[in-house]
Nanobody, 117 residues
Framework: QVQLVESGGGLVQAGGSLRLSCAASGSIFSLNAMGWYRQAPGKERELIAAINSGGNALYADSVKGRFTISGFNAKNTYLQMNSLKPEDTAMYYC????????????WGQGTQVTVSS
């Protein structure tokens, strides 16, 4: 089992920055990918950034060039968010995947990010 706890969310003005952290505990050696998802009110949860055990990262077009994921194979995975926009306002979730699963099989509880204009 793996436990994920997010932190670092908050209220920030447009153009500002935040760094989200995901603290992983338990059988983290079993994981092969970590990711960050977000869900805005009335919208579906979407993948915004992911990193695999080889260190390869991918990003949603909406955050490419502004967000950076880091920290796989460590107890903490981070999402550095720069040049934040009001449309980045959402609940952000850390997720993890172990072999044999197409998508995440572990989720954190989420941390709220609110960007004011």
């Amino acid at each position: 089992q793996v436990q994920l706890v997010e932190s670092g969310g908050g209220l920030v003005q447009a153009g500002g920055s935040l760094r989200l952290s995901c603290a992983a505990s338990g059988s983290i050696f079993s994981l092969n990918a970590m990711g960050w998802y977000r869900q805005a009110p009335g919208k579906e949860r979407e993948l915004i950034a992911a990193i695999n055990s080889g260190g390869n990262a991918l990003y949603a077009d909406s955050v490419k060039g502004r967000f950076t994921i880091s920290g796989f194979n460590a107890k903490n995975t981070y999402l550095q968010m720069n040049s934040l926009k009001p449309e980045d306002t959402a609940m952000y979730y850390c997720a993890a995947r172990s072999p044999g699963h197409e998508g995440p099989n572990y989720w954190g509880q989420g941390t709220q990010v609110t960007v004011s204009s």
